[in-house]
């Protein structure tokens, strides 16, 4: 079987230091591959595609740079319509979270929950609980 890869687009270096920490923490077996704004996050998922290493699991922002997290997450989409992709967002229940949903986001993680929350989700997502 191969390993799993999970893709966070997030534009903050600290954010992204802390999803990795949870996430080796709670000894889960995932390639964690790293993008800093909407167009990296697009360019990784395409490269990853056209290697055979799809990504599992997105986990995107909303606010970033160059390209949001919506419009990554609809770039995303066209590609392969199979994605799986969650909001981890401080703006949980706005307009800007049911628009990552509308452009095909599966879940928003909302920020405020914490990093237990979040580790939790990804978990389920790949069937470790």
């Known amino acids: 079987m191969s390993k799993k890869i999970l893709l966070i687009v997030e534009d903050e270096e600290d954010m992204q230091e802390l999803m990795k920490l949870y996430i080796q923490k709670a000894n889960l077996d995932i390639e964690i591959k790293q993008a800093f ?3 990296e996050g697009v360019k990784i ?3 990853l595609m056209k290697e055979g290493k799809k990504p599992d ?7 970033l740079p160059v ?3 919506v419009q990554a997450t609809k770039e995303i989409m066209k590609m392969d319509p199979d994605a799986n992709i969650y909001g981890f967002t ?4 706005t307009d800007m979270s049911r628009e990552l949903e509308r ?3 599966k879940k928003i993680i909302p920020r405020h929950e914490g990093f237990t929350k979040f580790v939790d989700e990804i978990k ?3 069937g470790y609980q």
């Open 37 to 39: 704004d909407g167009t």
């Open 57 to 63: 699991l997105v986990i995107m922002d909303l606010k």
């Open 103 to 105: 452009a095909g986001a």
């Open 45 to 47: 998922y395409r490269e």
């Open 124 to 126: 389920k997502f790949f």
């Open 67 to 69: 390209m949001d997290g």
């Open 90 to 93: 401080a703006y949980f229940d």
